[in-house]
């Protein structure tokens, strides 16, 4: 039985492909009209789930089938919500305002796609050529964008005297500037050229992301992971980094001018090769006032006189990596953005503490006490979390009777937590892969959308615990809970 056909729309011609950018050139019957459009075919909603039928059983290989062409036609506005058009030909499509939620695009081609204030969140845009493509205003929260092609592209068309024209869409690189790709994940893909400013890539994961020569100036990268990324010539001017993950990636010549890196993990040799005036960047200990004895001393002085002596201790976006602080006092002490890499923090009193976008990677934290504590992403990679106290502080006397810990958005990856209260604690999207859970009591605390994918655990208790869209949690992991 022959394959089915494609549904016959000619394909515009390419003209070359040099360093990743591509120009081709509209058919001749598509140089009607002088706005975006040029010409585009209207498709009704009518027609667009006839394609979209006839596409599915195309993919299953089932009679009656065609691969969807959707190619330098108008799609604006239409619900094509969930559907599946893997592999189909959208190359110049206009999809303003398209609702695409859900909708399964791997392997499409959307070179030079009008994708301006579309609906993609969740949608699958693996392997996806969006070269040239507008995604300026697009929402492509929790996306799947892997291994696609983000480079500049130009798509040109015939003028009235037989000159080719740049069809554009206020950009001729592909542009993602004031997108939300909030949780989007565009692990290898190719963004090199692409101009992404004003846009938001909270907790994107950008493994290995090509973004040579890329503009995300004013971007908000926080707690994106760029592990590994190539950011040669990139621009970030302004742009805010707190809590990501910067190692192994290559910065030579890139521009961190005036962004905040605080709270960022990167090397700090590779960090030498990029721009970084007027960034906020870690603070070494030299850099202080006073020496570290001094500022813990003068801190404990603080919390026995109430505060009506010594000082409180402020060692945010301190590089304090390695240093001995077991059994100190930090009772209320202000740690944003500090660096805890490796320290040592057995015993410690870290009681309403500010520790957010921490970086605690293989601290020890064996027994301290962290009640009421501020932990909120901080980076707690392979610590040791054991026997520590997480609860909640009593607050006698006001409004609030309880302030509960809070480490929403905390990287857990790979901890060991043997013993230990954390009731009534904030884990909202805490990120426990891998780590190693016994005899821990979670009971009351807030999980929704927490991550337990690869833990091991033992005798953990969830007694009352909010669970919505926790993920990891197997039918036969070590783990309880009191339905009563």
Not at 106 to 123: H, K, M, W
Request: aromatic residues 4%; contains cysteine.
């Amino acid at each position: 039985m022959p394959a089915p056909e494609d549904d016959k729309i000619e394909q515009p011609p390419k003209t070359g492909d040099a360093a990743g950018g591509e120009t081709r050139v509209a058919p001749p019957d598509a140089m009607a009209g002088n706005d975006a459009t040029f010409g585009l075919r209207r498709v009704t909603q009518s027609e667009i789930e006839e394609v979209c039928r006839r596409h599915l059983r195309f993919l299953k290989g089932k009679t009656g089938g065609g691969r969807a062409n959707l190619s330098l036609t108008d799609l604006s506005h239409l619900d094509i919500a969930g559907q599946d058009l893997a592999n189909a030909e959208l190359n110049g499509a206009r999809l303003f305002r398209t609702r695409l939620r859900g909708t399964k695009l791997a392997c499409a081609n959307l070179f030079a796609a009008d994708l301006r204030d579309a609906d993609l969140v969740g949608a699958n845009l693996c392997r996806a050529d969006l070269r040239g493509a507008c995604l300026r205003g697009a929402d492509l929260s929790e996306a799947q964008i892997m291994d696609a092609d983000l480079r500049d592209g130009l798509m040109l068309k015939p003028g009235r005297s037989g000159e080719l024209k740049a069809v554009t869409y206020e950009n001729q690189a592909t542009d993602g500037s004031r997108a939300q790709m909030r949780g989007a994940n565009l692990s290898n893909s190719k963004m090199s050229n692409s101009f992404v400013v004003q846009t938001d890539l909270t907790d994107t994961i950008l493994r290995n992301v090509k973004l040579m020569r890329a503009d995300l100036s004013h971007s908000n990268l926080t707690g994106a992971n760029l592990e590994g990324a190539d950011l040669t010539d990139a621009i970030f001017t302004g742009a805010i980094f707190r809590g990501a993950i910067l190692t192994a990636a290559v910065l030579n010549n890139t521009r961190f001018e005036s962004a905040d890196l605080s709270g960022a993990m990167f090397d700090l040799a590779a960090l030498a090769n990029a721009q970084t005036s007027g960034a906020k960047l870690p603070r070494s200990l030299e850099s202080l006032d006073s020496e570290l004895g001094q500022i813990l001393a003068a801190h404990l002085a603080w919390i026995d006189s109430a505060g009506k002596s010594g000082r409180r201790a402020d060692l945010s976006t301190v590089d304090l990596t390695g240093q001995n602080l077991a059994g100190v006092n930090l009772a209320a002490a202000e740690l944003e953005g500090a660096i805890l890499k490796g320290a040592d923090l057995t015993g410690s009193i870290l009681t309403m503490a500010r520790l957010p976008f921490a970086d605690l990677r293989e601290a020890k934290l064996m027994g301290a006490d962290l009640r009421g504590a501020n932990l909120m992403r901080a980076t707690l990679i392979h610590a040791d979390l054991s026997q520590c106290r997480c609860g909640p502080v009593d607050l006698r006397g006001a409004t609030i009777q309880q302030w509960p810990a809070s480490l929403e958005h905390a990287r857990l990856i790979g901890a060991t937590i043997a013993g230990g209260d954390f009731h009534q604690a904030l884990l909202i999207k805490a990120n426990f892969g891998r780590a190693k859970l016994s005899d821990l009591d979670l009971g009351a605390t807030d999980l929704r959308d927490a991550d337990f994918t690869g833990a091991v655990m033992t005798n953990v208790k969830f007694d009352g615990a909010d669970l919505r869209g926790v993920r990891g949690l197997g039918d036969d992991a070590g783990w309880s809970r009191d339905e009563d």
